[in-house]
């Protein structure tokens, strides 16, 4: 072939399928960028705005973007190949003959992945939350498709597949709840108690480092039982997201100092020596020895 004809057929190429390349190309970025906007609109149409959602808007865009993406350049660089006189019938058989194969061979994580979509698509838990999964529980460090990965209060790190979610106990979605069982001797005056649990939560709502981080006055909701040593008095508290246990913290702490200073006894175990009878009703001696040397120190 000589050069000219070389050039003449080089030419004609590019006037009829280079020119249809650049074509899929400028579509290819135009696609791209469209999904991008797609992606993001969606979700943002999808809820409130908070940072929280804001949080899950960008989670599920991400993902849904990435999909579109993976999509989008396949199809582009097929029909950039049937642009170069590449078969496109055999490749598309070839992909879908694989795809089925990699479907029977990872159902594992074609599970893990469909499981996590609608994770993230049910806002079951996002990143930052204090969650309970597969007897495992942490903070959620990140997320994705395929799997769930938690960091425990001693910074063990766990890594669950979505797959194997069943059940999700989300600790702090969108508030956080505190539960308090105060438990104070038999004799003391339950309503007084009440109202010192109350002034505690308002000094501790008034306090600059907590005021932001609790939602509501405290809700006593009463004499919760008699137990072996002292009446139970349960309350709760409602505060930030996380916020619950550094509330919490302060809060026995105030009111143990608070306790201390009305005189209100906070029971503890006893122990009760008790000898025994005979049928006739006599009890064996006891026999005690008092170590006053010991008492001096």
């Given amino acids: 072939m000589s050069l000219g004809t070389y050039m003449s057929n080089l030419a004609d190429?590019?006037?009829?399928?280079?020119?249809?390349?650049?074509?899929?190309?400028?579509?290819?970025?135009?696609?791209?960028k469209a999904a991008q906007f797609i992606s993001s609109r969606a979700i943002t149409l999808t809820g409130k705005k908070d940072m929280e959602m804001q949080k899950r808007m960008d989670t599920l865009s991400s993902v849904i973007r990435y999909v579109f993406v993976i999509g989008i350049?396949?199809?582009?660089?097929?029909?950039?190949?049937?642009?170069?006189?590449?078969?496109?019938?055999?490749?598309?058989?070839?992909?879908?003959?694989v795809g089925l194969a990699v479907g029977f061979g990872a159902q594992?994580?074609?599970?893990?992945?469909?499981?996590?979509?609608?994770?993230?698509?049910?806002?079951?838990?996002?990143?930052?939350?204090?969650?309970?999964?597969?007897d495992k529980g942490g903070l959620v460090e990140r997320i994705n498709?395929?799997?769930?990965i938690l960091r425990d209060l001693s910074g063990n790190v766990?890594?669950?597949?979505?797959g194997q979610i069943q059940v999700v106990t989300n600790m702090t979605k969108d508030y956080g709840r505190y539960v308090?069982?105060?438990?104070?001797?038999?004799?003391?005056?339950?309503?007084h108690v009440i109202e010192v649990i109350k002034d505690v939560d308002r000094e501790l709502r008034e306090d600059p480092a907590f005021k932001d981080d609790i939602l509501e006055p405290i809700e006593i909701l009463g004499l919760d039982q008699f137990a072996d040593s002292a009446v139970i008095i349960k309350a709760r508290t409602k505060t930030q997201p996380i916020k619950q246990w550094s509330v919490a913290r302060e809060f026995n702490r105030l009111l143990k100092k608070r306790f201390d200073k009305e005189g209100i006894e906070i029971p503890f175990p006893h122990i009760t020596l008790y000898m025994g009878e005979d049928k006739e009703g006599h009890a064996p001696p006891l026999r005690m020895k008092i170590d006053k040397t010991s008492a001096a120190y």
Wanted: proline share 1%; hydrophobic share 60%; charged share 15%.
């Fill in 108 to 134: 594992n994580l074609v599970q893990d992945i469909i499981s996590g979509f609608f994770i993230l698509l049910e806002d079951q838990i996002r990143v930052g939350d204090v969650v309970q999964i597969a």
């Fill in 73 to 97: 350049l396949i199809v582009s660089f097929v029909m950039i190949l049937g642009e170069f006189g590449v078969e496109i019938g055999p490749i598309i058989a070839a992909a879908g003959i």
């Fill in 145 to 148: 498709l395929r799997m769930t």
């Fill in 13 to 32: 190429w590019l006037l009829t399928s280079g020119l249809r390349i650049l074509l899929i190309a400028i579509l290819t970025v135009a696609a791209l």
């Fill in 180 to 191: 308090f069982d105060i438990g104070v001797a038999y004799r003391e005056d339950v309503d």
């Fill in 158 to 162: 766990h890594f669950i597949r979505n």
